[in-house]
């Protein structure tokens, strides 16, 4: 078997050309504008290219872009201050904190200032709640990436067995809930999982996202599952995921590769979520 590629980047560009037209709308009927505040502190690389794509893709969308940027010795305070700004504006519609923050900053604290109807990475512990308890609100983008991945696939997810191997707060965790919504059986495996192949081989939907390189190879899957791969690891060599690719593609019906898979997926995502932050404001 080889298995069928899952074209994460196409998705992401049709969900992008429908926020373009759904931007337009809401701007025609309310009369107002939408806007993505990106908040940087300090000068990491990554984050910085993270945030620039981010960006240039919402205001290819009609977002207008409202960035901040602070330096890397900013301090709680001054990072609280500029939330809040951003939290008061109605100009702002949804706000995104890039993380990582330098370590003197406490990131859980400067995250649950943002007001959840503007939390369009879907980290507040008022978003984490909304969406355990199945309630309206703003779902993580990678995540919330991954389900559009499977529902555009067809891939039947109700009496599904769905491993998804880490519980993070941004991947892991929501993951599993958003499965569970969807009547998916689910085991979470993670750093502490004793014996990781025989768990992932109960898989019918695999999902790495344990931010190890090539962590899941061939004998982690049973023949036909469908893989799902989160992690991203730059290499001299590119970007490589948390699944052994050539391998997996043998035993895997269908697979995300990476780059072009889930990553331009998180970014349209975070385009629909401010979208919708703006209806809820609205
Ligand atoms: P994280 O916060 O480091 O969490 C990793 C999780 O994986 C933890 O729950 C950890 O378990 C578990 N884990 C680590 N080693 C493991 C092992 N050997 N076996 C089983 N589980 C293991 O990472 P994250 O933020 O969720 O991100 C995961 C990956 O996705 C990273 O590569 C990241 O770069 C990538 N990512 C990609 C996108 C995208 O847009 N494509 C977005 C976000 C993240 P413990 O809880 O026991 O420590």
């Not at 859980?108 to 959840?116: E, Q, S, V």
Request: charged content about 20%; hydrophobic content about 40%.
């Amino acid at each position: 078997m080889v298995a069928q590629i899952i074209d994460g980047k196409a998705l992401a560009a049709r969900l992008r050309d429908q926020v373009r037209t759904e931007v337009e709308h809401f701007k025609r009927s309310t009369g107002r504008p939408i806007g993505l505040a990106t908040v940087l502190v300090g000068d990491d690389p990554a984050s910085e290219v993270y945030v620039n794509s981010k960006r240039k893709l919402s205001r290819e969308t009609g977002i207008q872009d409202h960035h901040r940027r602070l330096p890397a010795n900013a301090t709680q305070e001054q990072v609280a201050q500029t939330l809040d700004e951003l939290a008061n504006d109605p100009a702002v519609s949804g706000i995104l904190l890039q993380l990582p923050l330098p370590a003197h900053l406490d990131a859980k604290a400067l995250i649950d200032r943002i007001p959840w109807n503007k939390d369009v990475d879907g980290l507040t512990t008022t978003s984490a709640g909304r969406l355990a308890r199945n309630i309206e609100g703003l779902i993580p983008c990678t995540p919330a990436g991954v389900m559009s991945l499977l529902e555009d696939e067809g891939v039947q997810l109700q009496g599904a067995h769905a491993v998804v191997v880490g519980r993070s707060d941004l991947v892991g965790k929501p993951l599993a809930q958003l499965l569970l919504q969807k009547n998916a059986t689910v085991t979470i495996a993670h750093s502490k999982t004793k014996d990781l192949a025989a768990t992932t081989h109960q898989a019918q939907i695999l999902i790495a996202a344990a931010g190890v390189p090539h962590l899941i190879g061939a004998e982690h899957i049973a023949p036909g599952t469908v893989v799902i791969d989160v992690g991203i690891h730059r290499t001299p060599e590119g970007l490589i995921g948390d699944v052994d690719f050539n391998a997996a593609q043998g035993k895997a019906s269908r697979i995300t590769p990476v780059p072009g898979g889930v990553g331009p997926m998180t970014i349209a995502e975070l385009l629909r979520n401010t979208l919708k932050a703006a209806w809820l404001q609205s």
